[in-house]
């Protein structure tokens, strides 16, 4: 029987390199490998397999679909505090706690305070957090090949699956492609190239004016009493509402006062109508 050995390093460069490749690193995660990683991290230093190992998880974390994933893996907090004050895999161990800030839990979070780095990078991620703001963008670009129905599938495929795209419209004639999204206009040229397009940006505006308009809304309902719960913009309300009727004849009272008024009109001509009849009868008997 001959039992194969596995070199470390091997297998977390392996790891690493595939990582380096932003769309691989989804289906990294879901093969597995967290758990490995996790060992490695925790292992001595022995041909750099740790840093190696580190900067791996830093990759994979990055990726926003791995980002749940990763945090909720076992001792993943625990494995980096402890090994955050090695030199040699701190920055890793950091960016990847950056990196996944959003994502853990209270518990988490307070473990990692009990780390004076780690607690930091908390705290400057919070920070960036807030100040960081996603824009929509308006990106017009133009686009080659799009002169088959083949090309404008696959172009129209790549603009849906990439997160953020909000509407996008395709015009073959002029080769041009207009989105609206919250992706970065780079990374649209990425995804062109990579699938055999060539694209050219020919504009790139940031719709600031729709942020200004939503925060000075924002600010205006803070100030604001729901309708329901401010009674004076209800009485305001209903007595509108009730001048509104008035002006068009249609309020309650205008429709009861027309409809006693042709009551009393049935009830003259009725009563007219039985005087001439009494007076036919009479006549004739």
Not at 39 to 61: R, Y
Not at 126 to 153: A, D, I, L
Request: contains cysteine; glycine residues 2%.
């Amino acid at each position: 029987m001959v039992i194969e050995i596995v070199d470390p390093l091997k297998v977390v460069l392996r790891i690493r390199n595939l990582a380096r490749d932003y769309d691989s690193r989804p289906i990294i995660v879901r093969r597995g490998v967290l758990l490995s990683l996790l060992n490695f991290i925790q292992s001595t230093n022995i041909d750099n397999v740790q840093t190696v190992a580190a900067e791996a998880l830093k990759l994979l974390s990055s990726h926003p679909d791995n980002k749940l994933r990763i945090a909720q893996e076992p001792n993943l907090v625990e494995t980096l505090c402890h090994v955050a004050s090695e030199v040699h895999v701190q920055t890793f161990v950091v960016d990847t706690i950056t990196n996944l800030s959003s994502y853990l839990t209270t518990e988490q979070r307070e473990l990692c305070k009990t780390n004076p780095i780690l607690g930091d990078a908390l705290m400057q991620s919070k920070s960036k957090n807030k100040k960081k703001r996603k824009k929509k963008r308006n990106v017009v670009f133009r686009v080659e090949p799009m002169n088959t129905e083949e090309s404008r599938h696959k172009l129209k495929r790549i603009i849906l699956s990439t997160k953020g795209t909000i509407s996008y419209t395709l015009s073959a004639p002029d080769s041009r492609v207009n989105i609206y999204t919250r992706t970065k206009t780079e990374r649209f040229v990425d995804l062109f190239s990579r699938n055999g397009f060539k694209a050219v940006v020919l504009s790139d505006a940031v719709c600031e004016s729709e942020y200004e308009a939503d925060k000075n809304d924002m600010e205006d309902k803070e100030n604001q009493k729901p309708q329901y719960l401010d009674p004076e913009k209800r009485k305001q309300q209903i007595t509108n509402a009730r001048r509104s009727l008035a002006r068009t004849g249609d309020s309650l009272q205008a429709r009861l006062a027309k409809r006693k008024a042709a009551e009393n009109q049935n009830d003259d001509d009725e009563g007219t109508m039985s005087r001439i009849f009494s007076r036919v009868t009479s006549y004739f008997w």
